[in-house]
């Protein structure tokens, strides 16, 4: 009995040692299972819009019981488009009778260049679930049967464990699945959303994110009592607040966080949203407020550093990506699409990019904020851009997004984008 026991110990160890070592050199392939997918077009553009309004919760009745019907086309708008901007996932969706093939295509970071993780799935549902049929990594094969008992048991903590979880599960009444669509059938509950947005107030910065947006919302509070006018360009609340981020850096030595939190933090003080709701903020008489300005537009600063503040907590792909969605918004019934808040919406990416980047990147960033700044060393010229077109004139101009018209056009913005000073390489 014992020789039998530990036989199976032996057994355990090797395979624990020997499993990811499989993992490795069966998981990684030369070639992409998934190809990087084309730009979006207008109309692809318009659909994701069409399905996110018919499903906004603030449009929805409580115990309302809605149908989400999402065909082929549409699973891979969303998934592919948004993995791809966020996570650098390549995805493919394809339906089947009772079934869904989800396949998936991550290319590792550039030390392992050429090198991809590809991945493929066979979901289908269950009464309350979706079911693996069979996961394949790279030229590693797991059979569900392997699969699901986890899955099960992970489902069953969660419920058990998370109130949030539990009510979104109980909201899903059922899933079907067939080759034209996948459809949800769900009921609204308002007390959800109000929870999870509670929730995620607490949630989105971390105790040591609290303290770093509290110094810099205090910082620009301070600035604001210095300045003669109301109306300031960023140009003179950069290098404060870098310095700053610096300062605070060299205590703690974490500067890629101390940026992403001032960036944060000053998207916040631009859009006046009220820091109270994600921070302990001491009471104290209302501060005077700047009204912050480039190329003395508060409209392009607005786009200027939420694009940054979207590129340091979702990545740049998703923040270029809602830059060009909101334009493409107002082509229909706003104020037109303009390159100029497209521009602006690439400059605050490519200044984030640089603030939270490689610790060389971030710390030349330190020393050119810290010197004579000007508007032009991190914002281009919007002169002789396109003027702002409305969505028939943007469509028979310029047709999708990959058309050689739109094309040239941003190619021009990352042209002036790059002969910024600030964003020049060492």
């Not at 082929?72 to 995805?91: P, Q």
């Not at 799935?121 to 986890?150: C, E, F, H, Q, Y």
């Not at 820091?275 to 009471?283: I, M, S």
Request: charged share 25%; proline share 5%.
């Amino acid at each position: 009995m014992f020789v039998i026991i530990k036989s199976l110990l032996v057994l355990l160890l090797i395979a624990l040692l020997v499993i990811p070592v499989v993992f490795v050199v069966s998981g990684v392939e030369q070639t992409p299972l998934i190809q990087s997918g084309k730009s979006l077009s207008h109309e692809d553009v318009e659909r994701i819009k069409q399905l996110l309004r018919l499903h906004d919760p603030r449009r929805l009745k409580h115990g309302g019981i809605r149908t989400l019907a999402l065909s082929e086309r549409d699973l891979n708008l969303l998934l592919n488009y948004s993995m791809a901007s966020t996570l650098g996932i390549n995805s493919r969706v394809d339906l089947y009778p009772a079934s869904v093939g989800v396949s998936l295509t991550y290319r590792l970071p550039q030390k392992y260049s050429g090198n991809y993780v590809n991945a493929s799935a066979r979901l289908s549902p269950t009464a309350d679930s979706m079911r693996i049929d069979a996961l394949k990594i790279g030229r590693l094969s797991l059979p569900g049967w392997l699969l699901n008992p986890v899955l099960q048991f992970l489902h069953a903590h969660m419920l058990e464990e998370f109130a949030e979880y539990r009510t979104v599960m109980q909201a899903v009444g059922e899933i079907r699945v067939n080759e034209e669509r996948v459809v949800v059938v769900y009921q609204w509950h308002p007390e959800l959303a109000a929870r999870l947005k509670s929730r995620g107030y607490g949630l989105l910065f971390s105790t040591e994110d609290k303290a770093r947006v509290l110094a810099y919302y205090n910082k620009l509070n301070r600035l604001a009592g210095e300045q003669a006018s109301h109306r300031v360009s960023l140009e003179k609340v950069f290098p404060p607040l870098f310095k700053l981020a610096g300062l605070r850096a060299d205590e703690r030595g974490d500067l890629q966080a101390e940026n992403r939190a001032m960036l944060l933090t000053l998207a916040m003080y631009v859009l006046g949203v009220d820091v109270g709701r994600f921070v302990d903020v001491p009471p104290a008489p209302r501060p005077r407020r700047m009204y912050l300005t480039v190329l003395n537009r508060h409209d392009l600063a607005q786009h200027f550093t939420v694009s940054a503040a979207l590129t340091v907590s979702a990545g740049g792909g998703l923040a270029n990506a809602i830059g060009l969605f909101k334009e493409l918004d107002d082509s229909r019934d706003g104020t037109g699409f303009s390159f100029d808040d497209l521009l602006a919406d690439r400059a605050g990416v490519r200044l984030a990019e640089q603030a939270t980047g490689t610790a060389p990147q971030v710390r030349l960033l330190l020393q050119r904020m810290n010197g004579q700044l000007s508007e032009a060393d991190f914002m281009p010229s919007i002169d002789r851009l396109p003027p702002s077109i409305m969505e028939l004139e943007f469509k028979q101009k310029y047709r999708d997004l990959d058309s050689e018209k739109y094309r040239m056009v941003d190619d021009e913005i990352e042209k002036r984008i790059l002969h910024c000073s600030i964003y020049q390489p060492a």
